[in-house]
């Protein structure tokens, strides 16, 4: 039982550091903002399933008609 439950990555070791003159950070969190800037960016750069079809849509419907006319028992002159 203990070997289905053990991590994928020994995790029985020190720690591996990048350091930027004062900066230090560990490389797992160093890619965990990796990885958070790039869905940020998709995110930004992808555009939605729906968004240009329902601009079509909206652009090429014909226009409603005033309220007016749309009154039951009124005739348009």
Partial sequence: M???LAAVVNLNHTGHYVHWGFI???????????????????ALVLPFPHGKAATRSSASAPPAAPPEAQLPGRTQS
């Fill in 24 to 42: 230090q950070i560990s490389v797992a969190n160093l890619v965990v903002i990796g990885l958070m800037l790039l869905i940020f960016v998709l």
């Fill in 2 to 4: 203990p070997h289905i």
